[in-house]
């Protein structure tokens, strides 16, 4: 059997491929009323179609933990009971089809309060426009010139927060979901404290290493806690700010050598697996892409802990996945780009590999 049709085992949960599909914003929600932040049919048929194409994991775009936790108003979330309602239909029609459902849940930080992104790019909403909020940080750093400058986060902020996130693993447990998934990348609430670059705080959740990382191991162990110890926890990470790689560029952000140090903290605090992408803290980064570009982080950190990881970042090919598995790259592949493109990837990928994987039986003619 190939590597990328290998189930794939974490605590009691057996994942049926190594075949996943990444987080991605839809920007498709209510951004008010009774249905604010909840799925929508357009989510149900954007997740079920990969579900019915093979996917292995499906982990649904960022849901945040609060209103003022939505990157856009147009966001998923998770902080009250219409949400988990709507999110049961599609968890069910995973499970149906043999996927098993994932569910991210995140904050955005000083990065919230923004307009879809096929409009204005984008574009940050102020404050006092319809739909705007003030959004919060670890400081009071834009995350750029046109972005609206966030509130620094109170301890007892901090800890609301903290709680928000545990509130929201519950309700998304009631959902349906069988894999929880911390996002602490792309610049959100969770990675503007891990980085130098956006966190500027002196008290005990900056300055040091250890400082900086407080937040993000107190959020983990409140979700682990009211986590069901035989379901996994995933925590995706922006392996690196690209800063120190470029040395014409004198800031300080989080590098690749802070995230093998993070990641052992991680697997000590119960995350059973790190979805390692890169990026996010600043708009301006250097970043050096092409295929499979963002593979060599998620290497370090699998060759260098004993922490499981998932490689994403332009992969496209059947024989490339196949081939980051087969080499200890990493554990399983996420699909981001190439899911949208292919719905169906996983079936395809099988039959070059001359792999397997549940088909609906109303495709066993196709």
Same mark, same amino acid.
């Given at each position: 059997?190939? $590597?990328? +049709?290998?189930?794939?085992?974490?605590?009691?949960?057996?994942?049926?491929?190594?075949?996943?599909?990444?987080?991605?914003?839809?920007?498709?929600?209510?951004?008010?009323?009774?249905?604010?932040?909840?799925?929508?049919?357009?989510? +149900?048929?954007?997740?079920?179609?990969?579900?019915?194409?093979?996917?292995?994991?499906?982990?649904?775009?960022?849901?945040?933990?609060?209103?003022?936790?939505?990157? %856009?108003?147009?966001?998923?979330?998770?902080?009250?009971?219409?949400?988990?309602?709507?999110?049961?239909?599609?968890?069910?029609?995973?499970?149906?089809?043999?996927?098993?459902?994932?569910?991210?849940?995140?904050?955005?930080?000083?990065?919230?309060?923004?307009?879809?992104?096929?409009? &204005? =790019?984008?574009?940050?909403?102020?404050?006092?426009?319809?739909?705007?909020?003030?959004?919060?940080?670890?400081?009071?750093?834009?995350?750029?010139?046109? %972005?609206?400058?966030?509130?620094?986060?109170?301890?007892?902020?901090?800890?609301?927060?903290?709680?928000? +996130?545990?509130?929201?693993?519950?309700?998304?447990?009631?959902?349906?979901?069988? @894999?929880?998934?911390?996002?602490?990348?792309?610049?959100?609430?969770?990675?503007?404290?891990? $980085?130098?670059? %956006?966190?500027?705080?002196?008290?005990?959740?900056?300055?040091? +290493?250890?400082?900086?990382?407080?937040?993000?191991?107190?959020?983990?162990?409140?979700?682990?806690?009211?986590?069901?110890?035989?379901?996994?926890?995933?925590?995706?990470?922006?392996?690196?700010?690209?800063? %120190?790689?470029?040395?014409?560029?004198?800031?300080?952000?989080?590098?690749?050598?802070?995230?093998?140090?993070?990641?052992?903290?991680?697997?000590?605090?119960?995350?059973?697996?790190? &979805?390692?992408?890169?990026?996010?803290?600043?708009?301006?980064?250097?970043?050096?892409?092409?295929?499979?570009?963002?593979?060599?982080?998620?290497?370090? @950190?699998?060759?260098?802990?004993?922490?499981?990881?998932?490689?994403?970042?332009?992969?496209?090919?059947?024989?490339?996945?196949?081939?980051?598995?087969?080499?200890?790259?990493?554990?399983?592949?996420?699909?981001?780009?190439?899911?949208?493109?292919?719905?169906?990837?996983? =079936?395809?990928?099988?039959?070059?590999?001359?792999?397997?994987?549940?088909?609906?039986?109303?495709?066993?003619?196709?």
């Amino acid at each position: 059997m190939t $590597s990328l +049709f290998t189930p794939y085992d974490l605590r009691s949960l057996t994942i049926p491929n190594r075949i996943w599909m990444a987080a991605m914003c839809q920007y498709s929600a209510s951004p008010d009323g009774e249905s604010v932040g909840a799925p929508t049919d357009w989510h +149900f048929t954007h997740l079920a179609a990969r579900a019915a194409g093979g996917t292995g994991l499906i982990i649904t775009e960022a849901a945040a933990v609060s209103p003022e936790g939505r990157i %856009s108003p147009y966001d998923l979330g998770i902080w009250n009971e219409a949400q988990v309602a709507a999110f049961q239909r599609i968890t069910a029609f995973l499970k149906s089809q043999g996927t098993v459902p994932g569910i991210q849940l995140a904050h955005a930080g000083r990065k919230a309060s923004t307009e879809r992104t096929w409009i &204005d =790019r984008g574009r940050p909403i102020a404050p006092d426009e319809p739909h705007g909020w003030t959004p919060v940080g670890p400081s009071p750093v834009a995350f750029d010139k046109t %972005s609206t400058v966030p509130e620094e986060l109170t301890t007892a902020g901090i800890r609301e927060i903290t709680q928000q +996130f545990a509130a929201a693993a519950v309700r998304a447990l009631a959902a349906g979901f069988e @894999v929880a998934e911390i996002h602490g990348a792309h610049g959100y609430l969770i990675h503007q404290f891990l $980085s130098p670059e %956006s966190n500027r705080r002196t008290d005990e959740y900056g300055g040091s +290493f250890e400082g900086r990382i407080r937040f993000a191991l107190e959020i983990v162990d409140a979700v682990r806690a009211v986590w069901p110890e035989q379901l996994p926890v995933f925590f995706r990470i922006s392996a690196t700010d690209w800063l %120190s790689e470029n040395p014409e560029d004198s800031r300080e952000g989080w590098t690749a050598d802070d995230t093998v140090r993070f990641a052992k903290e991680l697997q000590a605090h119960g995350v059973d697996l790190m &979805d390692v992408s890169t990026g996010g803290i600043v708009p301006d980064a250097k970043i050096t892409t092409g295929p499979g570009y963002q593979v060599p982080f998620a290497e370090r @950190v699998r060759n260098e802990t004993d922490l499981p990881v998932a490689a994403v970042g332009m992969i496209s090919e059947p024989v490339q996945a196949e081939e980051i598995l087969t080499s200890g790259k990493a554990d399983a592949v996420l699909l981001a780009r190439e899911l949208l493109r292919n719905p169906s990837w996983a =079936r395809h990928a099988a039959d070059r590999l001359g792999g397997t994987v549940t088909t609906p039986i109303q495709y066993h003619r196709a």
